[in-house]
């Protein structure tokens, strides 16, 4: 089974007939613009199975979860440089304070000064 990734717009073509863009996404799901002759059946794989259709083995499944970027901006990282800011002033010996610095860095590992820049 071929695999392609599309952005936004993007489209591929089936043939000479069949033209498919990814229009919009949304969160976890994204919509599909299809054009194709009359002739050619075109089925949600849900109403196929319900129909009494067999699944095509070259589907897969999909993942159990979905990991969903968040985009980084100035905002974020100025928010970030906050909360680091408010733990080193807070008592050090406080077992919560070093769980949540020890949390913090573990899902935004401090960056060397050469690639704070990136963050800005």
């Known amino acids: 089974?071929?695999?392609?990734?599309?952005?936004?717009?993007?489209?591929?073509?089936?043939?000479?007939?069949?033209?498919?863009?990814?229009?919009r996404i949304s969160g976890d799901s994204c919509t599909l613009a299809v054009q194709a002759p009359r002739e050619i059946p075109i089925l949600r794989g849900e109403v196929l199975e319900r129909s009494g259709g067999k699944r095509p083995d070259c589907v897969q499944d999909g993942p159990r979860w979905h990991r969903q970027e968040v985009p980084w901006n100035r905002s974020k990282a100025q928010a970030l440089q906050a909360m680091r800011k408010l733990l080193s002033e807070m008592d050090g010996s406080n077992g919560d304070v070093q769980a949540l610095r020890r949390q913090l860095n573990h899902m935004f590992p401090e960056v060397s000064p050469g690639c704070a820049n990136r963050l800005k």
């Open 1 to 23: 089974m071929l695999s392609l990734n599309l952005k936004q717009g993007e489209y591929l073509t089936v043939g000479s007939d069949v033209v498919v863009q990814l229009d």
